[in-house]
C-alpha cells in the first residue's frame, strides 16, 4: 500500500516539488505571520513529544524526546501533566503572566475537574522564565518554591546555556515536590525511535499543531475561566493558577516578584 | 515628605498588633516614596517581597502607599479576597482616601488596618496555635 502511494505522488511529480516548496515556505513564514501559537492540544491526544513544545531551538532532537518522554512517564504514573513550553519572544502586547495563563488554558494542562499542571514557559529573547501551577498543586508546589525553582536551578543553569540539564533538573525537583514517591523510568523513558525515523515525524507534527492550534483559536474563549477579571477598580488583577517568575539576566535581573500575588484589592490617590 | 510621624508610626503599629490579636490574619504597611510605575503592580510585587504571600491561609493584607505620585493600593491575598464582599476594599479605599486627603494619613491608614481587621477577624479568627507570621512594622524603601 505504502508502495503504491509513493508511486503515485512521483507520477506527480511535476506538482509535487512546487507544492512541496511553498508549503515549506508557509511553515518558514507562519511563525512571522501569527504570533507564535499556543501549545494546544486536547490532553486525551497528547502525544509524548506534546508535552513539550520548543519553538526556539534551545533544545536538540534528542534532548527534547527525552524530556518529552519524562513528563509523559510522570503522567501516566501520577497523572500531573507538566509541560514544557519555549518560544523566541512574549508576543506584542500582552505580559508574562497573563500569555502564561492563557497557555496553560489553551494546552488544558492537567485532568479536568483536578487542575494538577504544571506550565513551564521560557521566552528565549526576553530572558524571561515563568511557572504556572494548576490549582490543584498549589498546595505542594508554592509560588515561592516554584520561584527558588527559576532562581536557583533554572537560571544558573541557562545562564551557562544549559538548557536541557537546567530543564530536566527543575522538572525532576517539582516532581518530586508533587509526588516525593515518584521515580522516572530508567534511560529516560523507551520510546523506541530513531532519529532517523524522527526527523521526517517534525513536519508531521508541526503540522498537527498548526491545525490544532487554529481550530482552538475560536474555542480559546471558553477557557479562559476568569484569571483577570475586573472587578473592582480599574486595575484589579486576579488570578487562579500562579507562579514565581524571573528573567535570567546574568546582571542581576532577577526578580522574584510578578506571579506571587493572587487575592484582590483596590487602588486610588488622594 | 514625611507623612508619619514617629508617633504616627507607633500609633498604626498599635492598631496592627490590636487588629492581629483577633486574627491569624496578617497586616502591613509598606510607604514608597515612588511606585515608579503602575502602583498596583507595584504593590503586588512588595507583597512578595515582603513574603506576604507566605501565610498558611492567604490572608494577608497589605496596604501600600507611594507619596510622591498620591497613590496608595490595598492588596488582600486569595483567601480574604474570597470571603470579602465585592466592593470590600473599595469601600476601604474610599474610606482611606477621605482621611488622605486631609492628610491625615495615620487615621486614614489605621481606619483600613481596623476595617480589614474586622474582616479577618470575621473569617480567620485567631487561633491559639497561631504564630504572627510576619513582623508588625511599617516597611519603608
Redesign the interface.
Known sequence: MKRLFVKKNLAGSSLFLPVLFILFLFFLLLPAIFPPPACAQDPAALRFDDYVLDQAGLLRVEEKRELASLLADFDQKTTNQFLVVILPSLPPATSLELYSLELAEAAKAGRAGKDNGLLLLILRDDRKIRIEIGTGLEEKITDGRAGRVIREILAPAFQRDEYYPGIKAAMLNLMNRVDPSYAPAAGGGGFPESDGQNLPFLPVLILVLFVVFFSLLDQRRLYRRGYSQTTFGPVVFRHRPSGGFGGFRSSGGFRGGGGGFRGGGASGGW | MKILTHNDKNRIVQAIMAAEKMTSGELRVHVEKKAGK????R???????LGM??TRE?NGVLFFLAVE?????????????NKVP??F??E???A??AE??ESRFAEGLMEGIRRAGEALAKHFPYRHDDIDELPNEISIS
Request: hydrophobic content about 40%; charged content about 40%; aromatic content about 14%.
Open positions: 503602575d502602583p498596583f503592580l504593590a503586588q510585587e512588595v507583597f512578595q517581597e504571600d507566605q492567604r505620585e498620591r497613590k496608595f493600593v490595598i492588596l488582600g491575598d486569595e483567601g480574604i479576597n465585592a466592593d476594599w473599595e476601604t479605599k474610599e482611606m482616601a488622605f486627603k
